[in-house]
């Protein structure tokens, strides 16, 4: 696709199940970000990668979430034994460039909005 | 560590008036500044952006001054539209040996109304 695709858009999960998260991004971007945004916050960052390497996983909260993007593409996010507090949208992005801060334009999919009961 | 802290909202306009959201920034070094626009139903997308002091960012009317002295990067429009109706977010963009990551602040929800 044209865009940064996320699925699925809309999760309601039960306390203590796991979930996934998939993220599509523009092909052929090497960079691709998850961040976590909060009803009427802005996005927090959560984990970065370089293709299919993990770079950056400070955002992380806790070690219930965990990040993969095995052949440097499609990515997943993963949230075990979800919690209230764990209830957000979770943005996905990519841009073309990598390393250090360039100036880049991320594209951002439009969300997976997850509601833990 | 990073921050950035922009107005809250939600600003509420009619049609051609004159809108400004302020940013300021807190950052070591020199950032990279942006903002990025979230229209109902849709993913943030980039508006325009700023990599070095004075520098102008300019996109669709909206304009963004890069104020070292002040640590500011406020948003203007002189006559805003209907379809402006949207949230915005200052961001900034540190430089890192891992990936650009941004900084974002907390949005300010504008309404325009004809």
């Known amino acids: 696709g044209a865009g940064v695709s996320q699925s699925p858009r809309y999760k309601v999960a039960k306390r203590g199940q796991d979930v996934a998260l998939r993220c599509d991004p523009i092909s052929g971007h090497v960079s691709l970000f998850w961040y976590q945004q909060a009803l009427g916050q802005g996005p927090e960052f959560l984990t970065y990668?370089?293709?299919?390497?993990?770079?950056?996983k400070s955002g992380l909260p806790s070690d219930r979430f965990f990040a993969e993007r095995p052949e440097g593409s499609v990515s997943t996010l993963k949230i075990q034994r979800t919690q209230q507090e764990d209830s957000a949208v979770y943005l996905c992005?990519?841009?073309?460039?990598?390393?250090?801060?360039?100036?880049?334009?991320?594209?951002f999919g439009e969300g997976s909005r997850l509601t833990v009961l | 560590g990073n921050s950035v802290t922009q107005m809250e909202g939600p600003v509420t306009l009619s049609e051609e008036a004159f809108l400004t959201i302020n940013c300021t920034y807190t950052a070591t070094g020199y950032p990279s500044l942006f903002w990025y626009v979230q229209y109902p139903g849709e993913g943030l997308q980039l508006l325009l952006k700023a990599t070095k002091a004075d520098d102008k960012g300019s996109n669709k009317g909206f304009e963004a001054t890069y104020r070292k002295e002040t640590t500011s990067f406020h948003l203007e429009k002189g006559s805003v539209q209907v379809s402006d109706s949207a949230v915005y977010f200052c961001?900034?963009?540190?430089?890192?040996?891992?990936?650009?990551?941004?900084?974002f602040g907390g949005g300010t929800r504008v309404l325009v109304k004809p």
């Open positions: 961001a900034l963009e540190k430089v890192k040996a891992a990936g650009n990551k941004l900084t």
């Open positions: 990668f370089q293709n299919e390497a993990q770079l950056d």
């Open positions: 992005a990519s841009s073309l460039e990598a390393g250090q801060g360039s100036g880049g334009e991320l594209f």
